[in-house]
């Protein structure tokens, strides 16, 4: 499998050996420092040996179960007494370590190619490439290869866990006592003992897990880095059994690292954030990258004062003083996720307070209704995860239709997200949870990030980003964003896609249920104007889709690229994520459509109730878990007898909708039949009357100019976007017609998708009068702006290709790192 790892090609790798060791748990203590743009400190790392390695009799995973309606089980089993003179062997390999907490002013290692290396002579160590997928034959160390990228290793080193104050209630049985068998198997032992916790004794967990990753070290660790991993290694060790399972890296970020951007706010205050980078976070910590490497975490993090930070962390933080001018944030989560879900956000950010507010929600009895005797009867059942707090077994979490949450934004935007934002969450909250039941996570933040964000909105746990782009225009941008990044906390955080290629899986789902959930979240609607509103969406994608279709590479189209091998890994755990790099996949859209319609054309064939009860249903099988495509197919196929005699099986959708680039064969006639929907036969006819009054218009004298007596209708934001797309085919639309149009919808003062084709309608036809309205959508919009350098350049006009070159001059250094790159390759 590594030999297909070609750092110069579009596919990401993904080196961690998680088949030999597992990150079972990382804590962090970190400084961030504005003035260097560097984030600096320690990650300790708990590891378990991988699948390959497991004794056969270790003892299988138990069923998840209400901690609540458990006793509590803390110190009910005794902890065996240790000898004085056992004992004061815990701590006597740890003259090894300098210091047993971060240090700034360590000696960067780096050479001239930004490589690593503590090592005398590196020839000692194979290459990822050769060592991953082999056994240690002879007298071959073992490597534990972690991603990394961009990061400086200064120091790894193993941690001496058995010196912990109180660890001793850890080494329950006779054997673990014995020291003749060495202190390296108490280590990690211990670790044994502590990962594997029950969920009931998880703040103790938490408080041992800070306790041992300050205890000092006991030994320096040899290890290299490369383009894409570290690599660390214990001289004479042979087997992950026997290799370090506590291990603490020194390190810091680089300013050009791509796993965060360091930028100002619409403020003009300094912040950093996680943006979602291709290279997900490899650059912001060394890490296990597969989702099959689920883990928990807490981190403690230093900034100054006046700065907020904010993080993917089940409680929320408060600042903690340390001295004058720096305060500490402290977050933790005990619900294993991937690596790739931790967020970070530090920024000069306002809270949004509630103005005496209260949300229209609807009551508990009516949010009783779209549940069945069935749907109740699973928050029954066992759990099919791995042990962990979880509020599907949480009676009180089964009933909160509105979980905790707070806003925050630059100071700037306060009043804009008082406006709308404010009063929206409660409500798609609420329809999240008629829709699907039990709200995965305990709480949630949003944040409005920099405008040099390069999506609308992206969900992690506990937290969603959000464009600033969401808020102008009234609240249907800013309602349905939410309920997207809303439905993420069932489809890809709670379940998430065991092979990253299949992120439809995500995508689809969410792209799916914002139509629901938002439908639900207007609360007035009959099923009528629902039925309408989703028709008119659904040519809206439809049309999306097929223009995608048309102008992308067949290969970028598959939802299952690596149909079936989806989810095989090398023997070492290693894979890749086919086109994980490229840069212009990180703004195509065509697995949130195509998996969109998918869903939909599942929900029409079993009717929308059944279907939404067997979402449910694989929610409560499903979550906490990595799943493929054919698990959720099986699933929603196996419980609807009436679809066994029809075409519909899992060899068949696969074949239709996930194997194969373009439009699926089910689709390619239904984008006719959304035309007939009332809403878009109101934009028909609106069309019709602009082009009349754009004949009418060019064909009168500009001495006799009478006024136009047509009355148009007004529209719904989706129905503007479409009446505006409809004119982006008419081959010519006058100065004074263009003028009109603006005038007549306030075409400026609506959402971004509006202002967008607004945008487009003024680069097509060179209304130089809009140029202004072009250059603050690619200042103000960057998430959406990309797409319209291309257009400003196509069209070889002097004026336009300068308007694009000023524009990206202005935004290039703060733009994100894949936007700067393809509108780069539109200009030069």
Request: include cysteine; charge should be negative.
């Amino acid at each position: 499998m590594e030999t297909q790892l070609d750092p110069t090609k579009d596919d990401l790798p993904l080196m961690a050996n998680t088949s030999h060791m597992l990150v079972k748990h990382y804590v962090l203590d970190l400084d961030v420092d504005f003035k260097s743009r560097v984030i600096e400190g320690i990650i300790v790392l708990f590891l378990e040996t991988g699948s390959r390695y497991r004794k056969a009799s270790s003892t299988g995973k138990k069923g998840c179960q209400s901690y609540l309606n458990e006793t509590c089980k803390t110190g009910s089993s005794e902890p065996c007494h240790v000898s004085v003179s056992n004992a004061s062997v815990f701590s006597s390999e740890a003259e090894y370590s300098d210091f047993a907490v971060c240090r700034k002013g360590e000696k960067d290692t780096s050479d001239k190619n930004g490589n690593h290396s503590n090592e005398k002579q590196t020839s000692g160590i194979s290459s990822s490439k050769n060592c991953c997928d082999k056994e240690n034959h002879g007298n071959k160390d073992f490597l534990l290869v972690l991603d990394c990228c961009d990061l400086s290793v200064l120091k790894v080193e193993e941690v001496d866990i058995a010196a912990v104050s109180g660890i001793e209630k850890f080494t329950m049985s006779a054997e673990l006592t014995d020291v003749s068998k060495g202190l390296e198997n108490l280590r990690n032992q211990i670790v044994h003992e502590l990962v594997t916790l029950p969920l009931d004794r998880c703040q103790e967990q938490l408080h041992y897990f800070t306790c041992c990753s300050q205890a000092p070290g006991c030994g320096e660790l040899e290890f290299t880095t490369g383009t894409w991993s570290l690599e660390i290694r214990k001289q004479g060790v042979q087997t992950p059994t026997d290799f370090p399972h506590a291990i603490r890296i020194w390190y810091k970020t680089k300013p050009e690292g791509r796993s965060v951007t360091w930028t100002t706010d619409q403020s003009g205050r300094p912040c950093v954030y996680t943006m979602g980078s291709p290279i997900n976070n490899r650059a912001l910590f060394p890490c296990q990258e597969p989702p099959i490497a689920s883990s928990t975490w807490q981190a403690s993090v230093r900034a100054s004062a006046g700065f907020v930070v904010l993080m993917s962390g089940e409680n929320s933080a408060e600042p903690v003083q340390l001295q004058e001018g720096i305060t500490s944030w402290y977050y933790y989560v005990t619900m294993p996720m991937p690596a790739s879900t931790f967020t970070i956000a530090v920024g000069c950010w306002q809270e949004v307070k509630q103005q005496c507010f209260t949300a229209d929600i609807q009551t508990e009895d009516e949010f009783s209704m779209p549940f069945s005797q069935d749907d109740f009867r699973w928050h029954k059942e066992s759990c099919g995860h791995v042990e962990y707090p979880c509020r599907f077994q949480n009676p009180a979490a089964t009933l909160q239709r509105v979980i905790p949450y707070r806003v925050f934004a630059p100071l700037c935007l306060v009043e804009r997200c008082e406006e709308h934002l404010l009063q929206l969450i409660p409500q798609c909250l609420s329809a999240a949870y008629s829709t699907l039941g039990t709200h995965p996570f305990s709480r949630l933040d949003v944040l409005i990030v920099p405008s040099n964000f390069s999506s609308l909105g992206m969900a992690s746990p506990h937290i969603i980003f959000l464009s600033q782009s969401v808020l102008p225009g009234g609240s249907h941008l800013c309602g349905t964003r939410l309920c997207h990044e809303i439905a993420h906390s069932w489809f890809g955080l709670a379940i998430g896609a065991r092979d990253w290629t299949e992120e439809w899986i995500s995508e689809g789902f969410a792209t799916f249920l914002e139509d629901v959930f938002w439908a639900r979240a207007q609360q007035q609607l009959s099923c009528d104007e629902e039925k309408e509103q989703q028709e008119l969406k659904a040519l809206l994608r439809w049309r999306r889709l097929r223009d995608e279709v048309q102008n992308s590479e067949e290969e970028l189209q598959v939802l299952r690229p690596h149909k079936e091998s989806t989810g095989e890994v090398s023997e070492s755990g290693a894979s890749f994520v086919k086109h994980g790099l490229k840069a212009e996949k990180v703004f195509m859209q065509v697995h949130y459509l195509k998996g969109y319609f998918l869903l939909r054309s599942l929900a029409s064939t079993l009717g929308e109730a059944s279907y939404l009860a067997s979402l449910r249903k694989f929610i409560h099988k499903f979550h906490g878990q990595l799943v493929l495509s054919q698990d959720f197919l099986s699933t929603l196929l196996e419980d609807i007898p009436e679809q066994k005699e029809s075409e519909l099986t899992v060899e068949s959708i696969s074949q239709n909708w996930l194997d194969t680039s373009g439009i699926p064969k089910p689709l390619l006639e239904e984008g006719e039949t959304w035309k007939e929907c009332k809403l878009v036969q109101q934009v028909s006819a609106e069309v019709t009357k602009w082009i009349q009054a754009n004949q009418r218009i060019r064909k009168s004298s500009k001495k006799k100019r009478k006024q136009d007596e047509v009355v148009f209708q007004k529209l719904l934001p989706d129905q503007l976007v479409l009446l505006l797309e409809y004119l982006l085919e008419e081959k010519t639309l006058c100065p004074r017609t263009l003028q009109r149009l603006e005038k007549t919808y306030q075409l400026r003062d609506q959402d971004a998708e509006v202002r967008h084709r607004w945008c487009e309608l003024v680069v097509k036809h060179k209304y130089v009068s809009g140029y202004g309205d072009i250059e603050k959508f690619l200042r103000e919009d960057q998430a959406m702006g990309v797409y319209l350098y291309g257009e400003l350049m196509v069209n070889e006009d002097a004026k336009q290709q300068e308007l694009a070159y000023k524009c990206f001059a202005a935004a290039q250094e703060q733009m994100d790192m894949s936007s700067a790159e393809v509108v780069a390759e539109m200009l030069f």
